[in-house]
């Protein structure tokens, strides 16, 4: 009922409009104080939310909690959702080993670290295995904000410190489910921890490639009909859809929250949908931060003044220095070790959501929950600081260690981030339990669908079961067929042939393939009919799907090449301009790519003269995922450029040839013999000299790329450069030749 324009008395407004107002009234005079003192907002945040709690009386409070605590949790959601939307799947696999080793280091060093810290202080066990987990997962979304108002989001470490969060957010979740079971049954159950962990594969898994497959192709089949309002209420419709899904198979909200965003993340609208959002989640979000700040009570500092100091401190310094060491293991450099390990100091929402579970099971303390609050906002305090200082610390650090160590971090660094070769046997491999992997899982999820929603549908009609096994094995022929038939790693599958010796290994491995079709075959039909019938109806099957083996064939590869469509959709978008429409008369678009033996590579547009030679334009190179339109004559070409000329049919010959007569004839070698390598100049008779006046060019067929200098690194150097003692110098080019120089 809509409130009357004017009334004799005053209108009684509902506590959540009060508070929400009271919320944003003390947020906002808190970040505008905070901006003027060119401090980040999220301490305002903070601060706001202290002010308005309960827990400060000299200001207006807040009446009802916890409707607080619902938007701060929508908050949440809409956070991780932009962060999805930012770090698509394909980022997030490029920081993947990195990420994973950081944040396992940390958790592990943290679990223990937390655990006998509560010994010491002689709290329960059940007490100090939750505080060993609260005290191991950052919070994503207080590194986010402070990301966002310090302004490094572009730096490289970033990446690492969201990968690492990613990782810590999945492993949080499955060391709750460890946690239920441990308080319940008050003992380990490492089959309940492993029956997870593939749950949460699994789902993971569905959700990336189901949703890849269809959420591209809507937005694109929808794409005329969108307005921003539209655009913005689907997108919001798709990401809390994941997030009931998410909640309903167990799951965190903000980890579906997350999960759509890295798959719109793969779409042309990626960009359009983060704009959008942006108000929204910072709305949210800023309510999720004063809540949190809503949670710190003055009382609860007093009297828990000396486990509050020393978590702090535990915190802190034991995230920044394991997180350290784990980004150093994973073969990351000194400097972008410290930043990732300085980011990751705080503790935030999963640590209030671990706390909570304690409290839901009582299994913990009435003052564990309190005292992880105050660790949590002090430390929400101190990460913009951190994150602020990173940089000189790290300088300083690199300058106080004793050379000879910084040194051998950075050849371990530096070997850990090289190329290293794999055997032929080893793609065979990969690709071939990728391939199962991939398509058991898929298989799987669709026998699933089928016997529980397809197979109930079914049962009232006569013959429903047949019906149903019948429609199912539609359904799964083409992936039935990828997983046993399909052609993977030919070339080097081809190679193992060659060798008679081979012959078996591979046959085994296609042989295990069609088992494991054939077996899920058997499930398949076992969920429908009794095992008699069964049977009858797998050699039905098995005949049906050899009838018809071009047909299913060529629905999979229109299925997989949606998929990959889908999937690459923001890479290729040049590729779909309407090159009619840029072609004057008779003239087109054709493309090109520049071979790594082309002499015109490292020459300039100009240099090569393709314009006055033959007739063409180069209206754009792709060099990755950058792309140059409308290049100048200054541009260069470089190996594996993709090129798109205009130009007539005889003139797109012309080129072609013109390419084909360009490439460097090549003496055959063997690969093993070029190789990247590092080497300490300590006593070689060219210290001194120039890296012209040493001849390494010359006599070793290699090319001086890398120099470390007085600890500064200098990449591609130039030939009149220096060489002194103690540089470590990276040369590439003959194997032999180079180490007997350097000898």
């Not at 505080?131 to 730096?155: H, P, R």
């Not at 079709?517 to 049906?544: E, K, W, Y």
């Amino acid at each position: 009922m809509p409130l009357p324009l004017f009334t004799s008395t005053a209108v009684h407004l509902p506590d959540l409009i009060n508070d929400l107002g009271l919320i944003l009234v003390t947020a906002a005079i808190a970040v505008l104080v905070f901006r003027k003192l060119k401090q980040p907002l999220v301490l305002g945040y903070l601060v706001a939310g202290f002010l308005a709690s309960p827990n400060f009386n000299f200001f207006p409070t807040v009446k009802d909690i916890h409707s607080i605590e619902v938007w701060a949790e929508i908050g949440v959601i809409f956070l991780l959702f932009s962060l999805g939307l930012e770090f698509s799947f394909k980022k997030l696999l490029k920081v993947g080993g990195t990420a994973s080793v950081t944040a396992l280091t940390q958790i592990v060093t943290m679990l223990i670290l937390g655990y006998y810290v509560g010994k010491l202080m002689g709290w329960e066990n059940m007490n100090c295995i939750f505080l060993g987990v609260i005290l191991s997962i950052s919070s994503t979304t207080i590194i986010l904000k402070a990301f966002d108002e310090l302004g490094v989001k572009s730096k490289k470490f970033v990446e690492n410190v969201i990968g690492a969060l990613i990782v810590q957010d999945i492993v949080a979740i499955l060391m709750m489910v460890l946690l239920s079971t441990i308080a319940v049954s008050q003992q380990f159950s490492g089959s309940e921890l492993v029956k997870s962990l593939l749950k949460l594969f699994f789902f993971l898994s569905i959700w990336f490639i189901s949703g890849i497959f269809f959420i591209p192709t809507l937005l694109k089949k929808l794409k005329h009909l969108f307005t921003d309002e539209m655009l913005l209420i689907v997108s919001l419709a798709l990401c809390l859809a994941m997030v009931i899904f998410a909640s309903e198979v167990g799951f965190s909200p903000a980890l579906g929250a997350f999960i759509m965003g890295s798959i719109i993340a793969e779409t042309n609208e990626a960009e359009h949908i983060e704009h959008l959002v942006k108000p929204v989640k910072d709305l949210f979000g800023a309510v999720f931060f004063v809540s949190v700040g809503m949670l710190i009570n003055p009382d609860t500092l007093v009297e828990y003044a000396i486990p509050v100091m020393l978590l702090t401190l535990i915190t802190i310094f034991g995230q920044s220095i394991s997180s350290t060491i784990g980004t150093l293991i994973s073969g990351q450099p000194l400097k972008q070790s410290i930043q990732t390990g300085m980011s990751l100091s705080q503790i935030g929402e999963f640590s209030f959501i671990i706390a909570t579970l304690g409290v839901s099971l009582k299994v913990t303390s009435d003052f564990l929950y309190p005292i992880v609050v105050a660790v949590s906002a002090v430390t929400a305090f101190t990460t913009p600081f951190m994150i602020k200082f990173a940089t000189p610390t790290a300088e300083f650090i690199e300058k106080k260690l004793p050379k000879k160590w910084v040194k051998k971090i950075e050849l371990y660094s530096a070997n850990s981030q090289a190329i290293k070769t794999v055997s032929t046997w080893q793609i065979v491999i990969k690709a071939y339990l990728l391939q199962v992997v991939l398509f058991s899982i898929i298989i799987f999820a669709i026998i699933l669908i089928s016997k529980n929603f397809l197979l109930p549908l079914m049962d009232t009609f006569i013959y429903g079961n047949s019906i149903a096994a019948f429609i199912t094995l539609l359904v799964l022929a083409p992936f039935l067929w990828a997983l046993s038939l399909k052609r993977v790693a030919r070339e080097e599958v081809q190679e193992l042939l060659k060798n008679r010796k081979y012959y078996g290994p591979v046959i085994v491995l296609v042989f295990l393939r069609i088992c494991i079709a054939l077996l899920f075959i058997g499930i398949m039909l076992n969920n429908f009919f009794s095992p008699g019938i069964a049977l009858l109806a797998f050699v039905i099957s098995i005949i049906i799907i050899m009838l018809f083996p071009k047909r299913i064939n060529q629905l999979y590869h229109k299925i997989e090449d949606r998929f990959i469509t889908n999937l690459n959709e923001r890479e290729v978008k040049t590729k779909n301009i309407n090159r009619n429409n840029l072609s004057p008369w008779d003239g087109h678009m054709a493309n090109f790519t520049i071979s790594a033996e082309s002499d015109f590579t490292g020459k300039t547009l100009e240099e090569i003269k393709i314009r006055e030679t033959i007739g063409v334009n180069i209206a754009l190179i792709k060099r990755g995922e950058l792309h140059i339109y409308i290049p100048s004559k200054d541009e260069k070409l470089y190996p594996n450029d993709e090129i798109s000329i205009i130009g007539t049919d005889a003139q797109v010959k012309l080129f072609s040839d013109y390419l084909e007569e360009h490439k460097l004839k090549i003496e055959e070698i063997e690969e093993s013999i070029i190789a990247l390598q590092q080497f300490e100049l300590i006593n070689q008779w060219f210290i001194g000299k120039t890296i012209r006046e040493s001849g390494i060019r010359e006599k070793t067929n290699g090319l001086v790329v890398g120099v470390e200098h007085n600890g500064r690194r200098i990449l591609n150097p130039e030939s009149n450069l220096i060489m002194s003692k103690n540089d470590i110098i990276w040369v590439v080019g003959d194997k032999k030749k180079i180490k007997t120089f350097f000898e």
